[in-house]
C-alpha cells in the first residue's frame, strides 16, 4: 500500500510567523508532488507544484522536496488568518506502466491567530 | 473558463438505493478522476478516466463504478447504498492525465445514506 503521511495537527502559529507543514510519502518512483488547500467546506485547491530537489517558490509559498528522504513541505511565510485551512500532501502514485494517480495525505489542519 | 461542475450538490439517500453522480471536466481536459472524501479517511482515490477507458482504479469494492463518454463527461454510479458511502465525492480533471499539473476539483456532492 502506497502512502503519503502527514501530521494531522492542528498547526497554530501567530498571525506574521512562518507556518511549516511536512509530508513523507512510500513510493520511491514518485516524480510529481502538490500540495493544496481545502478551506472547511470546499473543495480543494491547487496552491503549489514540485517536481525537483530543492525549493521552490510562488509569493509567500516555498515547496521543498527531498527525493533521498522521501520528504515534502511546505513553508508560508507571514502567515495570514485567511491561510487557516487544511493543507493536502498529494503525491503522483505510478502504477506499472500506468501514467498513475495523485495519491492524498489526510492533511494538516493549519490555524493562524491574529 | 468554466470549472469542474458536478451535479447534484447534495443528496440524501436510503440504504439499498443505487446513485449516480455526473461531472463534466473543464473544456479540453480528458482525464476525469473520482474521490471519496470522509472525515476519518480523508481523500480516497476511486478510479481514472481519461478519452472514455478506465485507466486506473482504487480498492473500493465493485459497488462503485463509473463511465466516461465521448464529451469528457463522467458519471460514478454506486449501488447497494450502505450507510459508510456516506461522504463528500469529488471529480477532477487534468489536462493530458499525467498529473504534471495537477488535478482540479468540482465542488462536489454530498452524499448521505439514511
Known amino acids: 500500500q502506497k502512502e503519503v503521511e502527514q501530521n494531522s495537527g492542528p498547526l497554530s502559529v501567530p498571525e506574521g510567523a512562518i507556518a511549516s507543514l511536512n509530508c513523507t510519502y512510500s513510493?520511491?518512483?514518485?516524480?510529481?508532488f502538490f500540495w493544496y488547500r481545502q478551506y472547511s467546506g470546499k473543495s480543494p485547491e491547487l496552491i503549489m507544484s514540485?517536481?525537483?530537489?530543492g525549493d521552490k517558490e510562488d509569493g509567500r509559498f516555498t515547496a521543498q522536496l527531498n527525493k533521498a528522504s522521501q520528504y515534502v513541505s511546505l513553508l508560508i511565510r507571514d502567515s495570514q488568518p485567511s491561510d487557516s485551512a487544511t493543507y493536502l500532501c498529494?503525491?503522483?502514485?505510478?502504477?506499472?506502466?500506468?501514467?498513475?494517480?495523485?495519491?492524498f495525505g489526510k492533511g494538516t489542519k493549519l490555524s493562524v491567530k491574529p | 473558463k468554466a470549472g469542474v461542475t458536478q451535479t447534484p450538490r447534495y443528496l440524501i439517500k436510503t440504504r439499498g438505493q443505487q446513485v449516480t453522480l455526473s461531472c463534466s471536466p473543464i473544456s479540453g481536459h480528458r482525464s476525469v478522476s473520482w474521490y471519496q472524501q470522509t472525515p476519518g479517511q480523508g481523500l480516497q482515490f476511486l478510479f481514472e478516466?481519461?478519452?472514455?477507458?478506465?485507466?486506473n482504479k482504487g480498492n473500493f469494492p465493485g459497488r462503485f463504478s463509473g463511465r466516461q463518454f465521448s464529451n469528457s463527461r463522467s458519471e460514478m454510479n454506486v449501488s447497494t447504498l450502505e450507510l459508510g458511502d456516506s461522504a463528500l465525492y469529488l471529480c477532477a480533471s487534468s489536462l493530458g492525465g499525467v498529473p504534471l499539473y495537477g488535478y482540479t476539483f468540482g465542488s462536489g456532492t454530498r452524499l448521505t445514506v439514511v
Open positions: 513510493d520511491r518512483g514518485s516524480q510529481s
Open positions: 498529494a503525491v503522483n502514485i505510478l502504477n506499472g506502466g500506468s501514467q498513475g494517480n495523485l495519491i
Open positions: 514540485i517536481y525537483s530537489n
Open positions: 478516466y481519461f478519452s472514455e477507458t478506465q485507466r
